[in-house]
Each structure stands twice: as C-alpha cells, then as structure tokens.
C-alpha cells in the first residue's frame, strides 16, 4: 500500500468517512507498525482484522500471519482492499461481513488453532463485541484492540472508582489486560473527538474459576444494575437466580459479606465467590428438593 493519506486516497476513490460505521482512519503507518508488533505474530499463524477499512493494518499483518481474514463492513472499502490492495493475494481474505456475526470459533476449529485478533474498534460495537470475545475465549489466543480511551479506561478501572463497571469486572475474569499506548486524534482521519487506547488481551485463568461463567455474569449484571442500590437491594429482587431473597442473604452470610455494599465495591475475586457461593446453595436445595 501507497503513503498516500487516508484523506487524498478516499478523495480518489469518492468516498467520504462514514460516521453510522465510526470510520476513523489511522494516518502514520509507524503508528500501524506498533499495533502489529505488539501481537509478536511467528508467522505460522491466523490472524482476523476488525475492521480493515484502507488497509493500514492490514499490509502488515498480510506478511507476518499465515493467514489473515479481513473483515470490513463498508463494500466500497472490501473492494478497493480486494481491487487494489489484494488482488488475488494468497493467504489473504476480505470478507464484507459484521464482526458481531463472525464465528471466531467456527474457524479457529477449521485452521486447528486459536486466533490472533487485531483491529480499531468503532465505539458502537465496542462493548458488545467485547462481550463476543469473552464468550469465544477458547477461540483465541490473543488480541491487540485500539478503542476509545474512556472506553479502556472502564476496562482497567479498579473496584470502587467511577469507571468501575460490568466489563471492567467480566472483562479481566476471561483476559488479562495490559495497556500499551495512547494515540491522539491527529493520528487518524477525520479526527475523533478523544484519545485512542491500545491495549492487549491474553485469556486468563481465574483463581478461584466461576462454578458457573453464566452465573457469575448474571451477578456482576445485576450487582450494576442500580448503581446506587446495596447489594441486599439488586441481588435479593423476586426469586433472583432461582432463589428467594432469604437464600440470597444466606449467602451473604455464609460469605461474611456485607449486604450493605454497593456492587461497584466488590472485587472481582468477590463477586467469583458470591457466584460460586449462590450456586452452590442453589445446587443444594436441587438435591434436596
């Protein structure tokens, strides 16, 4: 691919920047080259891009995986990747397709390997596709991800800070984050209005693990729900978790917890017991029922 500015190439091509798609281009191609880099690709392996738009990306992961599915939603850049950029380029697939519907496991069982992911994340889909990654853990192996920087910022935030959320929580219980840079906004085309963070993602294995992952969201959900409200208020409402409020704070408890606290206090190695806690009172009145 060319220097050529992500402005003067989409002049060229009568195209403008489309903001249902969050489309911000990168402009230094060094800045490409860290995100890159900081994947430590061997070469034997598939990479997917989200979101390939001009292909700053996408030229240098083209030489260093083994194979590298780009997927991009915006058909005028599809074909310009496949037109211009590559034509028939062995290894190398441009699918027009939405990354909330690609099946990351499908094809980590078809290349008999996990994936390594890469890409700049629109603000739109951030959040929800960062909950698909969770629920295709097995299917990767790593990804570096570019998003917004309050974006990362709730990712990283610790128990008890304003950013302190569901992701920050659920996020780091299936990956450990580790924050590589920021980029400005002149470092893209058109301009966003905030900071860039990268950061990169590696499975993790928790200790002590969730009896039951689904449960543990459910929780930490629930926990959020109502910001404001104690946990002895968001966590015993109705037959929450197919328990009544009574069984509920028999788990507090038996856990030593305060039913008093907010959820945004709770840690995640805490909300992991409560959850292993709840379902283990749940598996208990199964038994005797």
Known sequence: ?????????????????????????????????????????????????????????TVFLARQARRLVALERDPALVRFLREEVFPETPGVEVRCQDVLRFDFLGLSREVNQPLVVAGNLPYQITSPLLFKLMEEQQALSRAVLMMQQEVGARLLAAAGSK?????????????????????????????????????????????????????????????????????NNTLTAGAAFGLSPAEVRR?????????GRRGETLSLSEFVV??????????QLSANS
């Open 251 to 259: 788990a507090f408890a038996e856990l030593g917890l305060d039913a």
């Open 1 to 57: 691919m060319s220097s050529t500015s992500p402005k003067v190439l989409l002049q060229r091509l009568g195209l403008r920047p489309k903001k249902t798609l969050g489309q911000h281009f990168l402009v230094h191609s060094h800045q490409a080259r860290r995100i890159v880099e900081a994947l430590g690709l061997r070469g034997d392996e598939t990479v997917v891009e989200i979101g390939a738009g001009l292909g700053a990306l």
């Open 163 to 231: 950013d302190y959320g569901v992701l920050s929580v659920l996020l780091p219980y299936h990956f450990y984050l580790r924050r590589l840079f920021s980029l400005g906004p002149a470092n893209f085309f058109p301009p966003p209005q905030v900071d860039s963070l990268v950061l990169s993602l590696t499975p993790a294995t928790t200790s002590p693990p969730a009896r039951d992952p689904t449960l543990l969201a459910r929780v930490v959900k629930a926990a959020f729900g109502q910001r404001r409200k104690t946990l």
């Open 274 to 283: 409560l959850a292993n806690k709840l379902s283990a009172i749940s598996g």
